[in-house]
Structures are given as C-alpha cells and as structure tokens.
C-alpha cells in the first residue's frame, strides 16, 4: 500500500490518464479535476462518457500516441491494468521520467488523503452497498466524497466531491489485489466467492486476499463481514491469527445476515412486497426502524444491512438510514428496468457471475410478470471455462434462456469456450437454450418470443446490457 497523501503531489500538476473512458478512470479523472489538478487522458474508443469528460474541461485524445504525452507535457500518469509496456504513451512517459500510477495505486493515494474511509469489498453487491451506504451518510448531512463503479443518478455519473477531506466512501475490487492499495477505517466484505479466476485459481486464493484486505484497516477501525457467508468467515479467522502473529491489535469485527440472529446488525419481520423486500434492521436486538426497498431481491437485504452498518458506525442516524433504503431506486445496471418493449419490462443486470445471475433471477421471478426471457451473455473466457458447471446449474431452471457469445476486452479468444457451450449443454439436461453468434439473431428471436406482461432479462457486462437501450431508446 502506497503511503502518498494527494496533497504532496505539487499543487496543479498534470495528470494524464491512459484509458480514461473506463468506469473508473473515469471517476477518477473527474475527482483529479476536482482536487485542483489539470486533467486529461486517452482513449481508443470515443464515448458518452469520454464527451462528458471533455465537457468538464478534461482534454480528451481518442488515439494513444507518444505524440499525446509530449503535447500535454503531465506530471503523472496513471494507467489501467489493461495497459501493456508496449503502449505508446506509456513507454513515452517512461522515457520521460514521468511517475506512473496503476488505476489502483492513485486511488491508494486517494484514500491515503482522507480522515475517515469506507472500503466496500465482496464479491457481489459493492455497487449497490456503497451507494446505499453514500447515500444515508448524505442524508445525515455527512458531506462524503464517493467513489462507484456504476452510474448513480443522483450523482450524475458514478462519483461524487465531497467539500472536505472527512470521509470516503469507495467501491474496492479485488481484480489483481488492486484493493490491497487502499486504507481503510472501516473495510467491509459483502461475500467472497470464487471469481477472477485468470488471478485467483482457487477459492482459498480468493479468500486469503480478503484476509489480507484487512491488514490496511486502521486498527481502532471497523470490518464489517458477512456472518451468513463461510468464506468471509474463514477469511476474518486469517486476519485475526495473522494480526496476532504481526502483534496488532485487530480491527472492530462487526458482524451482520439477515438470518442469524446472533449476528450485530439483522433482519426481523421480513415480507415480500411484489417483489420487494420490507423487514426491520435490527442493531444488536434494538431496532433501527423498518425499511421498504425500491428494488427487489434477498440479497438486496444483505446489501442493506451491510450498508446499514457502515453508515450507522460512521454517524449516520438511524431515521437517515431507513428514509435512504425507501428511496434508493438503485444504480445502474443493477436490476436497472429500462422501460417496456412490446409491453414488457425490459431489465438490464451486471449479473455475469453464475452467482449473481441466479440470485436476480430468483429476484425477477418475485416480480409481477408471466414469464421471464433471459438474455445473457458471459463474461471472460477464463471465468466462463472455470465456472462452467455453476453457469450451467444457475441457468438450467429458466424457462428460456438466450444466449450471447462470451465478451472479454482483457483476453484472446483460443476457441477453446463459448457460449454455445453452456447453451448445448443446458439443453443437454432437459432445459430450453439457444445461442446467437450474432446479436441482430438474437434482437430478432427476442421479438418471436415475447408476450405482453413477460419480462426481459438481459444480464452480463455493458456489451449486451447495450440492447436494453437499444429496445427502449431514451426519448
């Protein structure tokens, strides 16, 4: 972990960002702006998001030449993983001398720079509990600066200023230990499961970097984990022998799931509203008050109570807390409904992981609805071979499934999976697939199948939630 502060970068110096069209970067770069610094940044592929930037005065460059560097002349790069040594601009900046950050190493720098941090981790869920958790700290009139990985409507993009150095509260990913950059004062794991699996080729890998995940937590501070899951239990068992072998003291543990009743933060008097889960958050046997969720699912109750307890331990008030639940329409892209097609809803879900993808399945089918068509689409070649057996268990209930071929921007397609893989094999067990090469087909045969009242699930990465728009274009 890095130990730069932002404000010994000298005051209005250059940043440079290679890749800033990405979802992160992007917040970023509009975060760098925003502490003062001259922004700009390339991108090979020109985008709504890459116009907003250059709206915000970001110089913008849809080429990555060393030409770029040697014009914008910057104090600091900052790359992401995806970016190779080869890389033009990279290998100017090196001639140059230029410091170069990873994407995770400057949001270290960024975390290093704030009183108070909330680090949301797991597997599933990050996006929606650290915007609900933003979201009951603003209500409280906490001023947090915010950090997504996914459009908030609120915020008009996915991060938010805040106007002082108090508090952060940011989205942290565990693609290749980039999480392990980061401090925290509350740090808090929603699940683990086995994912990334081209850096962590088992779940132990998976675990034991949560484990470590904790070493950054200042040690009066907070974890929060998930008392449901055995894997973050496991992982918190790692943490503690290895805080007890450096002779740290270990952080606060503080435990929440919707179903144990030991547990610190719980769920009572749980009902199902169309859909829509109701239930009283519960601290340590008292009651916070009762909460009904604009969006729908079980484990949007987990992803609440999580929430709940990093807001609540960092100032929030209880009645800040519940009116933010009730109002909380969700982030983009998470069980996002577009607007209806032929007389459906339309949804559109990150749900690539078989995991996910089960869940808000299981969440769409507690919506009104006839019935449901799923559209999906994996995502990485690596995780869809590895994971092949959990797709095909997740995805054989459906009623009919569509399939899209696997999209990867990080990997080279050696022919060796598809989706028609998982497609055949689902049919192979009594279920209903079809794969489509071409997404035209697959537009197509969404048309012949759908009934007025159905709803259409699309669920994978942006390449296939695209068709959501596509079906209802904004007006």
């Known amino acids: ?6 404000n010994s970068l000298e005051k209005g110096a250059r940043i440079y960002f290679v890749g800033i069209g990405g979802i992160s970067m992007s917040g970023l770069a509009i975060l760098a702006k925003g502490y003062g ?18 709206s915000k005065g970001i110089k913008i460059y849809n080429t ?10 910057p104090d600091y790069i900052v790359k992401t993983a995806a970016i190779l040594p080869k890389n033009k601009e990279l290998a100017q900046a090196l001639e140059m001398g230029i410091t170069v950050f990873d994407r995770s190493e400057f949001l270290g720098v960024i975390t290093n720079s704030y009183q108070k941090v909330i680090n949301i981790s797991g597997t599933h869920g990050k996006t929606t509990t650290t915007s609900m958790t933003s979201m009951m700290l603003i209500e409280s009139g906490i001023d947090p600066t915010v950090h997504l990985g996914a459009d908030l ?4 993009g996915t991060v938010r200023l805040g106007g002082n150095r108090d508090m952060l509260v940011s989205e942290a990913c565990e693609f290749k230990q980039s999480f392990l950059q980061f401090r925290s004062t509350t740090a808090a794991i929603t699940n683990i499961d086995h994912d990334h699996v081209d850096c962590y080729p088992t779940l132990q890998d998976v675990i034991d970097v949560f484990a470590k995940f904790t070493d950054n937590t200042d040690d009066d501070g907070f974890v929060v984990v998930n008392a449901a899951d055995k894997n973050c239990l496991k992982a918190i068992e790692q943490a503690k022998e290895a805080h007890a072998a450096a002779g740290r003291k270990m952080p606060t543990v503080i435990t929440f799931a919707a179903d144990e009743s030991d547990a610190d933060f719980t769920a009572a008097n749980i ?17 916070l008050g009762r909460t009904q969720l604009r969006i729908p699912g079980s484990h949007n109750i987990s992803n609440a109570l999580t929430a709940s307890a990093c807001a609540y331990l960092n100032g929030a008030a209880p009645e800040a807390i ?22 459906c809803d339309v949804v559109v879900d990150y749900a690539h992981h078989p995991t996910a993808a089960r869940v808000t399945i299981e969440a769409a089918s507690h919506m009104p609805h006839n019935n449901i068509l799923v559209v999906f ?23 009919k499934i569509l399939f899209a071929e696997i999209f990867s921007d990080r990997e080279i397609n050696t022919g060796e999976i598809s989706s028609k893989d998982i497609s055949d094999e689902i049919n192979k ?18 048309d012949e199948l759908i009934e007025p009242g159905d709803i259409i699930l699309i669920l994978g990465p942006e390449d296939i939630r695209h068709m959501g728009d596509e079906l209802c274009p904004k007006a």
């Open 377 to 399: 689409q994996p995502l990485t070649f690596n995780r869809t071979k590895m994971l092949f057996e959990d797709y095909v268990t997740s995805l054989l209930p459906c009623r």
């Open 153 to 156: 409507d609120i915020f008009n």
């Open 271 to 287: 009902e199902f509203i169309e859909g829509h889960p109701a239930f009283d958050i519960m601290f340590k046997g008292e009651s």
């Open 64 to 73: 990555q030449e060393a030409a770029n560097i040697i014009e914008f002349q």
């Open 322 to 343: 519940i009116k933010a639940l009730n109002e909380f329409g969700g982030a983009d892209g998470r069980y996002t409904i577009k607007g209806q097609y032929k007389g």
């Open 1 to 6: 972990m890095t130990d730069i502060q932002l």
């Open 37 to 54: 610094f001259d922004v700009g940044g390339s991108d090979m592929n020109p985008s709504e998001r890459t116009e907003m930037l250059a």
């Open 429 to 446: 067990r009594g279920g209903d697939s079809e794969f489509f090469a071409d997404k035209a087909d697959l537009k197509a045969r969404i």
